[in-house]
């Protein structure tokens, strides 16, 4: 199996739990990975939260694609393979002597390949600037979800924290010249993108929020996170004005405005504040 960062993609039906036999089969085609959950339940109908149990599903993955959208970038013969000439064009100002390109050129072919490329990411050192190159490369590929070749000003949010306020977006975009959206040179070159540590931190608290929504919702499976589900955030004799209070925090329900029944599971996950998870 190749080494890499495995990403849901879609599901093609459901959620798993327990009982659901997830990994009951696999299927793996180089880059892409299918997983079988046969008695998955499938929630039927998210308005009344019947659930038909048992329906089955596949989950697919796919590995980070970083490496081989770099090298289909630079490759500017289309060889499939970056030679130093095509290295050399991918700094914003070639440096004088280039001391990385051999590093990574672990065969000594003179050329690089895209599993040569891949071993260079999150490298430190001596291969620090072409680490975040390809680091950059792979946050690319996972932000630009219409995969139109731009990341588009909706598409970079996704790099700062849940519930961060649109002003500060709004200010990196300008100064990254943002405009309609950045293609891959530019990303790959840019001055200041936001900090891909910060960004990988993002992208753990919303993938903990997901599962923990899923736990949330395990006593009925309905699909959804009702009020009484997300009570089990506190302990047993809670007040409910504490619990109501943390729900309009969470829900985004102005003062005035009546609590609503259930909040989705794109709003639990950006939401602005969650109450501490009682499973960690
Ligand atoms: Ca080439
Ligand atoms: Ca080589
Ligand atoms: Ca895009
Ligand atoms: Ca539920």
Redesign the pocket.
Known sequence: MEDGTWTEQLTLQGIATTGDAFGFSIALDGKRLLVGAPWDDFLSSPATGNVSPDQGSVFFYEIGSGASVFLGSF???H?G???PD?WRSIYPTPPKKESAFPLIDSDESGMLDEEELRAVQNAKGVLKTSGIWLDRAEAFVELDTDQDGRVSRAEIEPMWAPGTSSKGIDATWKRLKGGEGIDFPSWIRANSLPPLVAYEKAKALRAERRTLYRMLDSSDESGLVERDEFALFFRSGTRFQVIDAAWRVATGTPKDQPLPGTISLTDFIEAPKLPKSPWK
Request: without cysteine; glycine residues 0%; hydrophobic residues 40%.
């Open positions: 490759d500017l013969n060889d393979l970056l030679s095509e």
